[in-house]
């Protein structure tokens, strides 16, 4: 399960997006702390290292915000946790927008790639690795944590960003609902591998992140079950949805605040059958946006 604001801590704002720091980061820092001060010598280089490493997801990270907005998708909220960091973006359900929201982080670690030769290239220059060892080591850990995280998150495997691209790929000629059960299934077999991959390191770490993979590919699964029934739904071709374009199926999924009564919106008007409230706006079920019901005619 993906983590909530609501157990992290507000960091800062930057560009309408606000940063969270989630609760368990703080004790798989101090875990890490102590493993990464054995090898370097030094509590605060090891400090250094590990705030840098989280500085690269972050930016990874504003990477998939920034993108998302760009294509008129919303993006509010970026939490970092022990795994890394999750980006809560929404873009317009249709697999360019979505290619783009994803591709973008990934492209901001590719960017970083020869911004990190040049500094290598210029400590070394500077005699930076005689003069100030630590300094040095600090630049190429930094700069191999970054390939790193660029390798491994372009793994094809859901939801890893590389899964995800894919997922986005594969919906030009696949459609929504097979290219997510497509991506999916690459996923749980992944996710398979990772925990083949835990049992031989006997690594409790690589574990937690195969049970994430797992639980977000089932899902993913079952997500893609449920799109493949709503796409065989008959629809309103007189009516289509103004953010995503598509037709609303025939059915009975829209519920009234008032009295519970599920109805299908389109058939009434906007209104609630049972005890006649008209609503304003109408939630498209395929995007999630709502819309004032009038531009739903097409």
């Given at each position: 399960?993906?983590?909530?604001?609501?157990?992290?801590?507000?960091?800062?704002?930057?560009?309408?997006?606000?940063?969270?720091?989630?609760?368990?980061?703080?004790?798989?820092?101090?875990?890490?702390?102590?493993?990464?001060?054995?090898?370097?010598?030094?509590?605060?280089?090891a400090a250094a290292e590990y705030i840098g490493l989280?500085?690269?997801?972050?930016?990874h990270e504003f990477g998939h915000s920034l993108a998302c907005r760009q294509v008129g998708g919303s993006a509010r909220e970026i939490i970092l946790w022990p795994l890394g960091g999750v980006a809560y973006v929404s873009p317009p359900p249709r697999p360019g927008p979505i290619l783009w929201s994803?591709?973008?982080?990934?492209?901001?670690?590719l960017v970083l790639v020869p911004v990190f030769l040049v500094l290598v290239a210029l400590a070394k220059s500077f005699g930076l690795p005689g003069d100030a060892p630590a300094t040095y080591q600090l630049?190429?850990?930094?700069?191999?944590?970054?390939?790193?995280?660029?390798?491994?998150?372009?793994?094809?495997?859901?939801p890893l960003d590389g899964g995800q691209i894919?997922?986005?790929?594969?919906?030009?000629?696949?459609?929504?609902?097979?290219?997510?059960t497509v991506a999916s299934a690459i996923g749980l077999l992944g996710s398979a591998g990772f925990i083949a991959w835990a049992l031989y390191e006997m690594s409790p770490w690589i574990g937690i992140l195969a049970f994430f993979a797992l639980s977000r590919s089932w899902n993913g699964f079952q997500e893609a079950k449920a799109l493949a029934r709503a796409e065989s739904w008959p629809r309103h071709n007189s009516f289509s949805c103004p953010g995503c374009r598509v037709h609303p199926p025939r059915a009975a999924l829209w519920t009234c605040g008032d009295c519970?009564?599920?109805?299908?919106?389109?058939?009434?008007?906007?209104?609630?059958?049972?005890?006649?409230?008209?609503?304003?706006?109408?939630?498209?079920?395929?995007?999630?946006?709502?819309?004032p019901f009038e531009q739903w005619k097409r």
């Open positions: 399960m993906a983590p909530g604001s609501r157990n992290s801590y507000r960091l800062f704002d930057a560009f309408g997006i606000t940063v969270f720091l989630h609760w368990s980061w703080f004790l798989v820092a101090a875990w890490q702390l102590d493993r990464r001060s054995a090898y370097s010598g030094s509590l605060i280089w989280f500085g690269l997801v972050l930016m994803i591709a973008a982080g990934p492209l901001v670690n630049i190429t850990r930094l700069q191999l944590i970054n390939t790193v995280l660029l390798i491994f998150n372009m793994l094809p495997i859901y894919l997922r986005a790929l594969l919906w030009f000629p696949l459609g929504r609902a097979k290219s997510l519970q009564e599920p109805f299908d919106t389109f058939e009434t008007g906007g209104a609630c059958p049972a005890c006649e409230r008209v609503f304003a706006g109408t939630a498209c079920p395929d995007c999630g946006q709502a819309h």
